[in-house]
C-alpha cells in the first residue's frame, strides 16, 4: 500500500516516519509513504507563495487552487496503482474504525494537508477527494490528522502486528461494538490491586467469558451510545458487584 502527503510542512513527518511499527512496516516494504511539499507547485517566486486572502473578505488566508489541483495531478501520475483522494478537514466525515478497514483495503490513498484557513473550495469541487475528519476539533493543520489516519490504517494491513488477533480484540474492530477488556500484566499485586483470579487459574474458558462480560461492563459504563439496543446489555449493577476486581 501507498500513503503520498501533499503538505506544506514535509519535516513534521520525519521522525513520526522513523519509529515504531510503522517504520518496520516501511522497512519490510509493507507500506510506502512518499512525501511531497506543495510548494514545490507554486509559482517560481523567491517565496514559492500557496496562500492568498479570500474573495469576500474575511480572516486569515487560503490555499490556493491551482497549485493544489496541480500537485494532486501530478502526484497521482507518479504510480499507476489507482489512487483514493482524501482532504483532511474538520468538516469531513468522522474518522472511525469500519472506515479505518475500508482505506486498508486500498491499494493507494493521496491525502491533502491543509493549513491557514483551509482550502480554496474549487480544490473539493474539481478533485472531489473524500473528506475526513478525526473529530469534532481544529488543528493548526492536516499533518497530525494525517498522522492518526495513516496510524490507523497502516496496523490493518497484513504482517504489520505482531499478531493478528490484536486487531480482532481492538475496540471497534470487525464490527465490534463495545470496547476492549481491561488486561494485567506482571506483578500480580500492587499497591493493593491485584490481578482477577479468574486471569490466573488457566481455564480459557472462564477467561474468555470474563473478558467478554468486562467489555460489556466497560461499554455501558463508558459508552453506552454504542450499544444498539438494550439485549445487547447485561445488568450493571449485577456485572459491577460481581465482576470488580478483588485485592487479595
Known amino acids: 500500500m501507498r500513503f503520498d502527503i501533499i503538505t506544506l510542512f514535509?519535516?513534521?513527518?520525519?521522525?513520526?516516519?522513523?519509529?515504531?511499527?510503522?517504520?518496520?512496516?516501511?522497512?519490510?516494504?509493507?507500506?510506502?509513504i512518499e512525501q511531497h511539499?506543495?510548494?514545490?507547485?507554486?509559482?517560481?517566486?523567491?517565496?514559492?507563495?500557496?496562500?492568498?486572502?479570500?474573495?469576500g473578505g474575511g480572516p486569515g488566508m487560503?490555499?490556493?487552487?491551482?497549485?493544489?489541483?496541480n500537485c494532486v495531478e501530478a502526484v497521482e501520475a507518479m504510480d499507476s496503482r489507482p489512487a483514493r483522494r482524501v482532504l483532511l478537514t474538520p468538516q469531513g466525515k468522522t474518522l472511525n474504525q469500519p472506515t479505518?478497514?475500508?482505506?486498508?483495503?486500498?491499494?493507494r490513498v493521496i491525502v491533502?494537508?491543509?493549513?491557514?484557513?483551509?482550502?480554496?473550495?474549487?480544490?473539493?469541487?474539481?478533485?472531489?477527494?473524500?473528506?475526513?475528519?478525526?473529530?469534532?476539533?481544529?488543528?493548526?493543520?492536516?499533518?497530525?490528522?494525517a498522522m492518526v489516519l495513516i496510524d490507523a490504517v497502516v496496523r490493518l494491513l497484513p504482517g504489520v502486528l505482531g499478531d493478528e488477533q490484536s486487531n480482532i480484540d481492538d475496540s471497534f474492530s470487525r464490527g465490534n461494538r463495545i470496547l476492549e477488556f481491561p488486561q494485567y500484566t506482571r506483578p500480580r499485586e500492587f499497591r493493593g490491586h491485584s490481578v482477577p483470579d479468574v486471569l490466573l487459574g488457566g481455564d480459557h474458558g472462564a477467561i474468555a467469558k470474563w473478558r467478554a462480560e468486562q467489555s460489556q461492563l466497560r461499554t455501558m459504563?463508558?459508552?453506552s451510545d454504542l450499544l444498539?439496543?438494550?439485549?445487547?446489555?447485561?445488568?450493571?449493577?449485577?456485572?459491577t458487584n460481581t465482576l470488580t476486581p478483588k485485592s487479595e
Do not use: M
Request: aromatic share 8%; charged share 30%.
Open 221 to 223: 459504563e463508558r459508552r
Open 112 to 145: 491533502l494537508c491543509g493549513r491557514y484557513e483551509g482550502f480554496d473550495q474549487r480544490v473539493v469541487d474539481i478533485l472531489q477527494p473524500e473528506e475526513i475528519s478525526i473529530g469534532d476539533f481544529v488543528l493548526n493543520g492536516g499533518e497530525v490528522a
Open 10 to 32: 514535509p519535516s513534521i513527518f520525519d521522525g513520526y516516519l522513523t519509529q515504531g511499527l510503522l517504520a518496520k512496516a516501511i522497512q519490510r516494504d509493507l507500506v510506502q
Open 228 to 239: 444498539a439496543n438494550e439485549n445487547e446489555t447485561l445488568d450493571k449493577q449485577d456485572l
Open 37 to 55: 511539499n506543495l510548494r514545490d507547485w507554486a509559482p517560481e517566486t523567491p517565496h514559492r507563495p500557496v496562500d492568498d486572502k479570500p474573495f
Open 100 to 107: 479505518a478497514e475500508n482505506f486498508a483495503t486500498s491499494e
Open 62 to 69: 487560503l490555499i490556493q487552487v491551482e497549485p493544489t489541483v
